[in-house]
């Protein structure tokens, strides 16, 4: 039994309705964002550990992202990223830990956050090509 015309085009249509609401993440993504670094900021401003704030809000992002694929940890960090750079008053005392998403340690404490200075160290070992080497991966999934 051939297929109508009119079944064609329902069915046409049906796949580019998926293939759009699958994009929905990019239009939605600004709350993710928002919602991503909110974790991990107020995490690290309680005194937790990167490793345990970034594994909180990088599942956040996960589970709150719609698109046919899986949010890349380092797509997670420069979201998380431009939440706190675009709206820096929301979170206040958060861009001392922001190096950590890509690599940086900070020696910053909770306690450290109510002082007009912070102190930050800069891994010397840390480079982006001891990644590509082979070296272990930051963010590995």
């Not at 956050?113 to 930050?120: D, V």
């Amino acid at each position: 039994m051939p297929r109508s015309t009119v079944h064609r085009l329902l069915c046409g249509v049906g796949v580019i309705v998926g293939l759009l609401g699958g994009s929905s993440a990019a239009w939605s993504s600004s709350d993710t964002e928002q919602k991503g670094a909110r974790v991990y900021c107020f995490m690290r401003s309680s005194g937790n550990a990167h490793e345990v704030s970034w594994n909180a809000a990088y599942a956040l992002i996960k589970r709150q992202s719609q698109g046919l694929f899986k949010t890349s940890p380092e797509h997670a960090s420069v979201m998380i990223t431009e939440a706190v750079v675009n709206d820096p008053g929301t979170f206040p005392d958060c861009g001392q830990f922001l190096g950590d998403l890509f690599g940086g340690a900070t020696t910053a404490t909770a306690a450290s956050l109510g002082s007009t200075s912070t102190a930050t160290r800069t891994d010397n070992d840390f480079s982006s090509d001891s990644y590509a080497a082979g070296g272990d991966e930051r963010y590995s999934y």
